[in-house]
């Protein structure tokens, strides 16, 4: 599949594409401007985008899964701890839809602050 990136203030994040419909239905969208919002060591942003949440969908994610969150809707990149997290896992608020892998070191998300502009584009 494609690439898609994420454009931060100061940074861009790229990331590719799995075969998923939430990932047809997200790049189908793009490009997409939104604002970083952050909870513990994730993340989000809302996003126009209205997709079911799949089968595969969960909370958990390993750092570096990119997920749809069909309860924003939103997209959620986790990086570590959320305020929910048991131990040193990255759990998400509900299952989510994986539908990227990030490319380059996701802690680096660790700079942005809520209401920080993200461009979300093809890559």
Known sequence: MARIRFEFDTFTLEAELLDTPTAKAIVAALPIISSALTWGEEVYFDIPVEVAREKTARAIVTPGEIAYW??????????????ISQRD???????????ARALGDVKTLAAVKAGTKVRVSVG
Do not use: H, K, M, Q
Request: aromatic share 8%; proline share 16%; glycine share 12%.
């Open 70 to 83: 069909p309860d924003g809707p939103a997209i959620a990149i986790g990086f570590g701890r959320t305020p």
């Open 89 to 99: 896992e990255t759990r998400l608020a509900s299952p989510c839809n994986v539908f």
